[in-house]
Structures are given as C-alpha cells and as structure tokens.
C-alpha cells in the first residue's frame, strides 16, 4: 500500500450523469495530483494542489471539476463526459517541493 | 517540445537475467528522473529515481545509469523475477519545476518462467 487511496475502484457512467471521484492520502503530503492514463499514451497531468490550492490546470475541460477540501482528499467532479474520457484516474500526492510522488490505484472510468 | 520516451514497448526476458529498459529525454535543463512500475489494477509504484548530478545509482536488484551526454536513461534489474513483469515508466522533472513529473509512454517487461 502507498498511503493514497481511491475511491470507486471502477465507475460506469452515462453522459448526462454527475459522479465524483474521491482520493485520501495518509502521508501527511501537501501537494495532490490528479492523472489521467489512457491505453497507450503517457500519464496526463490534470490539476496540482499545492496546501489545498490550485496551482496548475492542465488545459482540462470544464467537464471535470477538482476540489480539494483540506491536503488529505481531493475530489474530482464529473459531470457531462464524453465516451473519449474514459480512462484510469491516477490520484498521487507529494511533499511540496518534492519530486517523488506516491501514487492510488486509480479509478477505472467508463463513460457509455 | 519536451518529450520522454522509451525504445521498446515490450521487452521479453527469461527469469534470471538480467533486464535493461531504456528512457530518452529531450529536456536537457531537466535535473530528476524516477522510474515507476505498475502492475495490472494498481498504480505506478516508485522503483528509483537519480538527480542530474549522479550518473548511477543503485538499489536492491535495480539501478538506475543517467548519460546526459546523449540524454539516455536506463533501468537495470538484476535476476528478473515473475514479479518483476509489469510496465516500467521512467519521468523526467524539469529543472526548477518542482511537483511536475514528464512521463514516457511505458515498456511493458513480460518474464518468462
């Protein structure tokens, strides 16, 4: 176990659903990431949250939405995805200023 | 742009020799380099990582050789094992870019028993 859990394991969604994605971490980190990881291609970063704020979004659509409540759980918020977003959804988490990042097991999207 | 990528996609060993996955990078300025491995249904796990100022080093079964010469990194692990099978990525973090990783595309190691 890293210390980064994920929460659902696996999700199956339409496109008019709204559904969340949920990571913890139990490292005592302040920076948190989200990936997402598509068959093929390189891990993508999508948001940093560096002592709960924003410090980078990645071009993402406004589709997803992260919010991150306090330096242990960060959340992404789905809402109106396409089938092209289906992927893995990588939570990981870092001291900040530290280049080691220590990831969950991810999420398994399915949008139908 | 930057770029990191690896040579092979999948690389086939027998248990018990010795494995070498290989990572180029493009971003010459770039000073950390980690190699993760993840297994099917889990997310990737640190292996080791290397600053710019080292060109080895070493871990239990595994090292790591950086030749920024030729922007070259390369993963060695010693007597494969079964367990060893999984995608291997190696990332680069651009020098003064803390908290951002550049991941390659991955190589697959398949050990055959």
Redesign the interface.
């Known amino acids: 176990e890293?210390g980064?859990t994920?929460t659902p394991r696996h999700l199956v969604m339409g496109m008019t659903n709204k559904k969340s994605l949920k990571c913890e971490q139990h490292l005592g980190h302040n920076?948190m990431?989200w990936y997402k990881q598509s068959a093929?291609?390189?891990?993508e970063?999508m948001f940093?949250y560096?002592f709960k704020e924003q410090?980078?979004n990645n071009s993402v659509p406004s589709r997803f939405s992260p919010e991150c409540p306090n330096s242990s759980h960060l959340f992404l918020h789905l809402h109106t995805l396409q089938p092209e977003d289906s992927a893995l959804y990588?939570c990981?988490s870092?001291r900040?200023?530290?280049?080691?990042?220590?990831?969950?097991?991810?999420t398994r999207l399915t949008v139908l | 742009g930057e770029s990191v990528g690896l040579h092979l996609p999948t690389l086939s060993v027998q248990e018990g020799d010795n494995s070498i996955i290989n990572c180029a990078y493009s971003n010459s300025a770039s000073d950390y380099f980690i190699w993760y491995k993840q297994e099917s249904g889990k997310g990737p796990q640190f292996i080791i990582d290397i600053r710019s100022n080292m060109d080895k080093r070493q871990g239990q079964r595994v090292t790591v050789l950086l030749n920024k010469t030729v922007k070259h990194l390369s993963l060695q692990i010693a007597a494969t094992q079964p367990g060893d099978s999984a995608v291997y990525f190696c990332a680069e973090s651009p020098s003064g870019a803390t908290n951002k990783l550049i991941f390659g595309t991955g190589t697959l190691l398949a050990v055959q028993p």
């Open positions: 890293t980064v994920q920076a990431y093929k291609k390189p891990l970063l940093v560096n410090t980078e990588l990981a870092s900040t200023g530290a280049n080691e990042q220590f990831f969950g097991p991810g």
